[in-house]
């Protein structure tokens, strides 16, 4: 299961984001970010980021470049669970051991920056990573 993210690619402090609706930064991992970079003019492109739930890392607690989500639903699967959670418009799945405490309208932090993630160009469809 996959999710996937419309933005504009933007820099920060030499770090490189998606910017999603300007409603939330997920930060690119510096792997992806120097292939990225090699390829110059990369800062102001609109993107489409993708990540698999298996990816996704879940907190309860607030983590230096882990997104705030609300949690909307779970679902158990044997030893693990997926966590349902949004952030506006935005929807993610993430898989989180069966023991995390899922509440319904509970905020958790999500971990989205991985080197499995991929990056799309939105006017060619072409995968940048």
Not at 46 to 52: A, D, E, F, M, S
Not at 106 to 116: A, C, D, F, R, T
Request: no cysteine; aromatic share 10%; net charge negative.
């Amino acid at each position: 299961m996959s999710e996937y993210f419309g933005g504009v690619i933007v820099e920060k402090n030499a770090k490189l984001f998606v910017d999603v609706s300007g409603q939330s930064l997920i930060p690119i991992d510096p792997s992806i970010s120097d292939t990225l970079r090699a390829q110059g003019g990369i800062a102001g492109r609109k993107v489409t980021y993708g990540i698999r739930a298996e990816d996704v890392g879940v907190n309860l607690n607030q983590l230096d470049g882990f997104v705030n989500f609300t949690v909307f639903g779970s679902e158990l699967m044997d030893a693990e669970q997926f966590v349902y959670a949004m952030n506006g418009k935005e929807r993610i799945v993430a898989r989180a051991p069966m023991t995390f405490p899922t509440v319904l309208q509970q905020g958790v932090w999500m971990n989205l920056s991985s080197p499995n993630a991929h990056v799309f160009d939105n006017e060619s469809g072409q995968s940048l990573v």
